[in-house]
């Protein structure tokens, strides 16, 4: 039977689930949020949780036969009644699982959107000869910080903005108290987030380089820095990677990030 879960249930914190809790670790910052959807089965064999509009994370017990993975997702789906689920998150054969038999139920197709590679950290290699040093954003940066964000949404997803149109955004990063620069001769040339704490993890996000100064370290140790921030916090860091990028991934591999899990990303239409 499904019910409520509360955003630090025992469940998020004991075996089997803290087994997969590295590749799972976004589901940690949706349940804090005020406006998710949080289910867990009663048997603790499925976890549930979405934000408003986002995909949903679905985590299942691995050992669970296909006919008991079965009518565990029709009781969900049963559940989820007419809430617009986007898509899903989860390990592969979870979300196929659930993406067939939801997009069954509704009359939706539905398509791998990313793989995603997830990582922990738990004692980084930094690099040497890299020039520059760690420091968290402040209010003055605003500018550079809209800047790089304009950049990186050309580079990711062949988007032309203004730097003024991403000063909003720029200006919550630096706000958040989680965002922090890599600089050189006290000018940012890369930029990277702890996005989100859990218990024992700190997730890193947002890691990016323009291009006129990337080839130098300056991604690679800025995130070991930020490693050894949630080392000193007692957290492992971690973060995830698009498997279809392999600069990316040898990157963080090279200073200490072992792989952890995959996660999918299914999208419905």
């Not at 603790?44 to 009518?71: F, K, V």
């Not at 040497?128 to 500018?143: E, F, I, T, Y």
Request: glycine share 6%; proline share 5%; charged share 25%.
């Amino acid at each position: 039977m499904l019910e409520k879960m509360p955003a630090d249930d025992t469940l998020l914190h004991e075996p089997p689930f803290t087994d997969e809790e590295v590749p799972y670790n976004l589901l940690f910052r949706i349940c804090d949020s005020n406006d998710a959807l949080r289910l867990k089965r009663s048997d603790g064999s499925l976890i549930y949780a979405q934000n408003p509009g986002l995909n949903g994370w679905l985590w299942m017990q691995r050992d669970l036969s296909d006919e008991e993975a079965q009518e565990r997702l029709a009781e969900l789906i049963e559940y989820l009644g007419d809430r617009p689920v986007p898509g899903v998150c989860a390990r592969p054969a979870t979300a196929d699982f659930f993406a067939h038999a939801y997009a069954a139920a509704r009359g939706y197709s539905y398509r791998t959107n990313m793989m995603l590679e997830a990582y922990r950290c738990e004692e980084a290699v930094k690099p040497l000869r890299v020039k520059g040093s760690l420091r968290s954003a402040r209010r003055d940066d605003v500018p550079r910080v809209a800047e790089f964000l304009a950049e990186f949404a050309f580079d990711a997803f062949g988007l032309t903005v203004k730097p003024s149109s991403q000063v909003e955004d720029a200006e919550s990063a630096v706000a958040s108290g989680g965002l922090y620069l890599w600089q050189v001769q006290g000018l940012p040339v890369s930029m990277a987030s702890i996005a989100h704490r859990s218990r024992r993890h700190a997730r890193i996000n947002g890691v990016y380089t323009p291009r006129n100064h990337r080839k130098n370290g300056y991604a690679s140790a800025l995130v070991a820095e930020l490693s050894a921030v949630a080392a000193s916090e007692g957290r492992n860091a971690m973060l995830y990677a698009d498997k279809s990028n392999p600069d990316s991934n040898k990157v963080y591999r090279n200073i200490g990030f072992i792989e952890s899990g995959n996660i999918k990303d299914i999208k419905f239409s």
